[in-house]
Structures are given as structure tokens and as C-alpha cells.
């Protein structure tokens, strides 16, 4: 992925909804690595999907 978990943050935050990281998630699947991040928001939790 090309931009930063920092980045990502950056612009999550700036939404000001509320979001906290949890952790980061990497998968493996077919050779390919992707990462992407756990989220919580009011007690919920999500995953964080680019695009």
C-alpha cells in the first residue's frame, strides 16, 4: 500500500467522527501482502477497506 499507516491516521482523524486504531492487519493471500487496520468507533469494531 502505498501511503503510511501515519497518513491514513492523519486523514481518518481529520473526519473528527471518532475512530481509534486498534492494530494493524496484515494478510497473505495468493503471494500477495496487504495491510490494513482494526478500528473502533462507539464500542464497534471495523475494519478499515481502501478504496
Do not use: C, H
Amino acid at each position: 500500500m502505498a501511503q503510511s499507516l501515519e497518513s491514513i491516521r492523519s486523514r481518518i482523524e481529520a473526519l473528527g467522527m471518532g475512530f481509534r486504531f486498534v492494530k494493524p492487519i496484515r494478510t497473505n493471500a495468493n503471494g500477495e501482502e496487504r495491510e490494513t487496520w482494526l478500528l473502533e468507533y462507539e464500542d464497534s469494531q471495523f475494519v478499515f477497506v481502501p478504496g
